[in-house]
Structure formats: C-alpha cells, structure tokens
C-alpha cells in the first residue's frame, strides 16, 4: 500500500491527476478514513475541474481532521470555484482560525468577498494576509552576527518597509522586557552599510538612562526583511490584488503605487 500512495504522490507532482486519482481511489477502499488521502484525492478532482468531487472528498477530510487549516483552505477554493462564496467564506475563515498566520488562506478569503462585491473586508483581508506574511518572516529570524548582510536598495515604491515595521512590533510585542523600539537614523544606516559593524545582526538591545531596555532594529533586519519577501510570489500577489481593490474603489493613486510595488517584487527590475 506505501508503495501504491507513493506512486500516487509522484504522478501528482508529475500533474498527472487522472492517473493519481485512480488509485487514490483504489487506497479508499482499504482506508476510507485516511484524511490525507481524501485531501489529495480531492486536489486530484479540482485541477481537472471536477469541483463537486473536490468538495465531495474535502468535506471528507475535514469530518475526520476537523483542524487542518490546508484542508479547509482546498475545501474553500474549491467552494469558491464552485460559486459557493457563502460556505467558501466559512471555510476560508477556519483555516485562518485554525493558522492565524496562513497567508494563503487569507488571499483566497479576500478574492472571494471581492467577487462578492465586499470590497471593504477584501482590502482588510489583503492586508491582513500581508501581516501574516510578515509575523512569519520575522518569527524566522535568528538574531546572529553569523546572517547574510545585505544592503539597501531603491524601489519606485516603499510599501514593504510599513510591513517590515509591523513585523518589528510583532517581535517586540511577543518579547519579554522590551519598553522601546527605536530605529536607524539615515546617518546610521549609511554608516552600518560602509563599516559593518554590526555584522549580521538584525536588532541590539541597550538600557537607557532611566533602566529602560530599548531594542534598536539595524538595517539588515529591513534589507533581510525585503529580500524575504522578493523570494516568492506571495508578496507580490497580496500586493497587487489589493491594487485591483483599490482600483475598483476609485482609489487610483493607491491602486498605482500597489501595482508598481507588486512589479517590482514580481521581477526586481526596478530596484536599483
């Protein structure tokens, strides 16, 4: 049976979904309880567009693995594609309850209230799949000298710096003993980037006058912070379709800068 799933997961990865689908099939009949199988059989019937038998398989899954937020992220997109926004928002939602930080499901949640008309909660939902992007990429950091240094660079527009902040917050917030966050002043930063002296480090803590302990966020916790997000097309997607919200509320100075950062961190033509 390993041997049969195994051949299964590789003709998926191969995109060669009938053929997997067949014998995840022939699987079900030996384990119909088994939640993994149920989910990749039911991914196998939504990239061949059979969006019932995708529901039909995820709803499966998730009856047996109530809090598998990739389950109830594959169940919502298939509602989704199936027209059926009032549950696919349902589902979106459990997957974020279930991962507070799955970016993921936070895009397909967005998409879905924007092609209900909801355009308010979709641009929040952008946002907010943006900020769980950010608490992941920070959550990541280990704070060594030993870390790539990298330096500034310039872009059209400087979006991913306001997320880069909320993400600083984040570890202050979730830190014990932090009274004050302070950042690099233009001299600093211009002075790190020609001396180096601190190395690879992204943040240094210091006690103030009055015993307070102040964490001071170096410029290579905003570089590594940027070239993180250039890594992938997360960003980038996140960004732009809240420029295609913004565009459809009338904002048109707001759709353009989101469109040209997403450019930007999409080909990093731009950045100089």
């Known amino acids: 049976m390993a041997d049969k799933r195994d051949e299964a997961i590789v003709l998926m990865h191969q995109k060669r979904f009938a053929d997997a689908l067949v014998l995840f099939k022939q699987l079900l009949v030996s384990d119909a309880n088994d939640w993994g199988l149920l989910y990749m059989a039911g991914q196998c019937c939504r990239f061949q567009n059979d969006l ?5 398989y995820l709803k499966r899954a ?3 693995n109530v809090r598998e937020p990739r389950i109830m992220l594959a169940l919502g ?24 930080d799955y970016d993921l499901a936070y895009n397909s949640l967005a998409l879905t209230q924007k ?18 992007l950010s608490r992941s990429i920070v959550k990541n950091m280990n704070n060594s000298r030993a870390n790539t240094i990298y330096k500034h660079r310039d872009s059209r527009q400087n979006l991913w710096a306001e997320y880069a902040v909320f ?20 001299e600093q930063v211009a002075e790190e980037e020609l001396a180096e002296q601190y190395s690879g480090l992204y943040w240094t803590d210091h006690r103030t006058n009055d ?20 890594k992938d097309a997360t960003y980038s997607n996140l960004i732009g379709n809240m420029g295609t919200v ?5 904002q048109q100075t707001e759709a353009k800068k989101h469109f040209e950062e997403a450019e930007d961190f999409n080909s990093g033509q731009h950045f100089t």
């Open 52 to 56: 019932k038998g995708a529901i039909h």
């Open 167 to 186: 993400g600083a917050m984040y570890i202050c917030s979730t830190t014990d003993g932090i009274d004050n966050v302070a950042w690099p002043t233009a």
């Open 77 to 100: 997109i298939a509602q989704q594609l199936n027209r059926e926004y009032i549950d696919a928002i349902k589902s979106l939602k459990q997957a974020i309850e279930f991962d507070p």
């Open 62 to 64: 998730v009856a047996i």
């Open 115 to 132: 092609k209900t008309g909801d355009l308010e909660n979709a641009l929040h939902n952008y946002d907010a799949g943006v900020k769980a």
């Open 246 to 250: 913004f565009e459809l509320l009338g």
């Open 211 to 230: 015993n307070k302990n102040t964490r001071l966020f170096l410029s290579n916790f905003f570089n590594t912070f940027r070239e993180t997000l250039r």
